[in-house]
């Protein structure tokens, strides 16, 4: 069972209140509770309660600066530093400090449901996986005869959910409130989906997949589908995308969609299908649930923020945006006095042509200084970055960093092209720091 520390269920209306809470002037960053208190500890949260929330790169949500504080989750092999959005279903996301890892251990993994959680499977290998639709040969094979047939791979990739950064739009948007934590970048095994489409045969007229697992519908309605959704077949058919079973060296885990799952790297988490069932292959674009209007979808050319849209006007969330954090120091780290250097560390990913630089900045985007990147080992691996940052006396610091990909996009200082459900929003990330 999920246990949630100062438990209050939030429906999703309640939480784009909560995220389009207004503040009330540069003093809330001195005053707030967090920041008394980080003479007793370090890495506290600094409230930002200046900076209205939908403008917040990666600052404290509206309600911690409120004092409410974040709710906590409580679930066997979690992290408990996982900061839960919603219970029903289960939705935390990752603290960027808690992503410090190179690969992100399991236990710190993001968490998103859609539905609810199936019945564990008693015998993995047993379970059963149809191919169907646009194939020549549909098949029907167990995990076991997927490991036995076809060659096993391991990447490290990023899965990130579509909604990731949705906290920072202004006005509020619908769903869970995701700052920058709805992300992490795990070591994935399992097998090409283009290996298993490839042993069904595709038709010509074989055009898109969409794909079904087996977590209940919230209703308890066995019609309906918890999510459903699907991807043009190119994407099915890269080497990247995966059929896994494997998660950081071990077997899947339930909760991360186990025994078998996809993961459609690069593309929002909603098409990394937990609990895999079912891939259908299609002539025409998928329409499961998840599917169309304006679900998982973005305006193809701006519209006002807070209006009604029908998404007639939209167009899928295909390459998530770029983004980068600061994973250490923490948010609200205080420094011995006369520090003068801070030790920077962080992680940049999205974006369908990859990383190209990374800059943070200590005086508000006046001076911006280029950090040192390693080399990811995929297209869909993060980029690690570190920097010395000089400081130039003691006092309070914000830093921001931002990234910028190979088409010469840089994330924005604000989030951009607001849309009812709150997909795409990439702002720059800031932490506070306090010397002395």
Not at 164 to 189: K, L, M
Request: glycine share 12%.
């Amino acid at each position: 069972m999920v246990r949630i520390e100062r438990s209050t269920t939030r429906g999703h209306l309640e939480q784009a209140e909560q995220a389009g809470a207004s503040a009330t002037g540069r003093r809330d960053l001195l005053r707030g509770s967090a920041l008394s208190a980080l003479g007793a500890a370090l890495a506290m949260a600094v409230p930002m309660g200046a900076i209205p929330e939908g403008r917040r790169g990666g600052a404290v949500p509206a309600a911690q600066a409120q004092g409410k504080g974040p709710q906590m989750l409580d679930y066997p092999d979690k992290h408990k530093g996982l900061v839960v959005l919603g219970d029903k279903p289960l939705v935390a996301e990752t603290p960027e400090h808690l992503l410090d890892d190179d690969t992100t251990p399991t236990e710190k993994f993001f968490v998103r449901n859609n539905g609810g959680l199936p019945d564990e499977a008693a015998n993995a290998d047993a379970w059963k996986i149809t191919i169907q639709g646009e194939v020549n040969t549909p098949l029907s094979l167990t995990l076991g005869e997927l490991k036995q047939r076809f060659q096993a791979q391991t990447h490290r990739m990023v899965m990130e959910c579509g909604g990731n950064g949705r906290a920072f739009f202004a006005p509020g948007a619908r769903g869970n409130q995701w700052t920058n934590g709805g992300v992490g970048c795990a070591e994935w095994t399992g097998m090409k989906l283009a290996d298993l489409l490839a042993a069904a045969g595709l038709k010509d007229t074989a055009k898109f997949t969409g794909s079904w697992g087996t977590d209940p519908h919230l209703s308890g309605d066995p019609e309906k589908r918890a999510m459903s959704r699907g991807n043009p077949l190119a994407k099915s058919m890269d080497p990247h995308t995966m059929i896994v079973w494997g998660m950081n060296g071990k077997p899947l885990t339930h909760l991360h969609g186990g025994p078998v799952r996809l993961i459609v790297p690069g593309w929002p988490g909603s098409l990394s299908t937990k609990w895999l069932s079912t891939v259908l292959v299609r002539s025409t674009p998928h329409d499961g649930a998840g599917m169309g209007g304006t679900s998982y979808r973005v305006p193809v050319t701006p519209i006002v923020p807070g209006s009604n849209d029908d998404g007639k006007s939209f167009r899928d969330l295909e390459a998530m945006p770029i983004r980068s954090i600061v994973t250490a120091p923490s948010n609200g780290t205080r420094l011995a006095k006369g520090t003068r250097t801070v030790a920077l560390r962080g992680a940049a990913w999205g974006s369908a042509t990859g990383v190209a630089r990374v800059d943070v900045s200590a005086d508000a985007g006046q001076t911006w200084q280029a950090v040192a990147m390693a080399a990811p080992r995929n297209p869909f691996d993060w980029t690690r970055w570190t920097h010395t940052l000089n400081l130039p006396s003691d006092g309070y610091f914000e830093i921001w960093v931002r990234a910028t990909d190979r088409s010469g996009a840089a994330q924005p200082l604000v989030a951009t092209n607001w849309n009812p459900q709150g997909y795409g929003a990439n702002p720059i990330n800031r932490i506070a720091v306090l010397v002395g």
